[in-house]
């Protein structure tokens, strides 16, 4: 079996990542199936439960206030009507549930307590209930997590020395302190990036290597590509390549053995062929709807179509950690 290691220079994830890209492959594979079902893919769904409006100035997002978008702007969705789209998404086979609010950071207000009653809600349907609201707190953390919540997603999004190019209304720490936030509650971490805005190959192992060396590696890695958006700064940049991704995905997969890589944003440019490269060189986690967000995705018949001809069946939730119990009990529903 290949040993944990969060001691990794970023030598040696160049040396990983610049292998020949058949060798790469080969060993993310052999990686992968020491550690993994490689005929299971855990099927996810995001919701944008808070749709546009954020103060941030994230340069691939269409839902910063200060672009000129075609996001509408939508308020906090009532908990009925997230709990239906939960039923909707496990009738459907998803077994993770994401609910993402485009906000800066975490209030504690009348939202933050409807967001505690999504999750209870949520987590009480067997799902496995995960949440990407922007910096988090301690306490914050730890009312989640007694809620009910399984995890909590916050990408790093690039490397550090990048990460001024493409966000100036956080700092990298600030990133960093809510995975600590959350890991501290006990919440299982989700952390990746993006790839195709402009950064080098440097910057993508630099970010890579960032996880990695985590005290705890995030249990989620999800890798996206660049969905360019008109009226973002980014609009224009070119298309990210399946090759550009695989080493992406069997970079971290052979350096974070036990996570769950996630192929995520940019799946709706790829064919069926190229996503089961994906899939031989390690990612086992997919979103499954057509939309991410406010970005499209494959549909639903294209990924039961998909997971029929590569003969892969859903991962089940909680497979490798207890369902979150809920200590809240003072959210009523």
């Not at 997603?153 to 190019?165: I, P, R």
């Not at 970005?295 to 892969?312: G, K, R, V, Y």
């Amino acid at each position: 079996m290949t040993i944990m290691r969060t001691d990794w220079t970023r030598a040696e994830i160049a040396e990983i990542y610049n292998s020949p890209i058949l060798d790469l492959i080969y060993r993310a594979a052999t990686v992968h199936r020491q550690h993994h079902d490689p005929q299971e893919v855990q099927v996810c769904t995001l919701l944008s439960v808070k749709t546009g409006g954020c103060p941030e100035d994230c340069a691939y997002c269409p839902q910063a206030a200060r672009y000129h978008t075609a996001v509408k702007v939508h308020k906090l969705m009532e908990v009925d009507e997230v709990l239906t789209a939960a039923q909707r998404a496990k009738d459907t086979g998803s077994t993770r549930f994401c609910m993402g609010a485009a906000w800066r950071e975490v209030r504690d207000n009348r939202d933050f307590d409807k967001v505690l009653e999504m999750v209870q809600g949520v987590n009480e349907m067997g799902l496995e209930v995960c949440c990407t609201l922007g910096m988090l707190t301690e306490s914050q953390a730890q009312k989640l997590k007694d809620a009910g919540l399984y995890a909590y997603n916050h990408n790093l999004d690039t490397s550090e020395e990048f990460y001024g190019d493409i966000i100036s209304t956080r700092t990298y720490d600030d990133r960093l302190d809510t995975l600590g936030h959350a890991r501290k509650a006990g919440i299982s971490v989700c952390s990746g990036g993006i790839i195709g805005m402009g950064e080098s190959d440097q910057d993508r192992i630099g970010m890579l290597h960032t996880l990695a060396t985590l005290p705890q590696h995030p249990e989620s890695v999800p890798v996206n590509a660049l969905v360019p958006v008109e009226g973002t700064p980014l609009e224009d940049q070119p298309r990210v390549s399946v090759w550009e991704m695989i080493r992406m995905i069997a970079t971290a997969r052979i350096i974070m053995p036990k996570a769950m890589v996630r192929l995520s944003a940019g799946r709706v440019r790829m064919n069926a062929e190229e996503q089961a490269l994906c899939f031989l060189a390690g990612a086992n986690s997919i979103f499954a709807g057509d939309k991410l967000l406010t970005t499209p995705n494959p549909n639903e018949d294209a990924d039961q179509q998909l997971f029929q001809t590569l003969n892969i069946r859903p991962r089940k939730a909680f497979k490798n950690q207890d369902q979150p119990a809920v200590v809240f009990e003072q959210i009523p529903l």
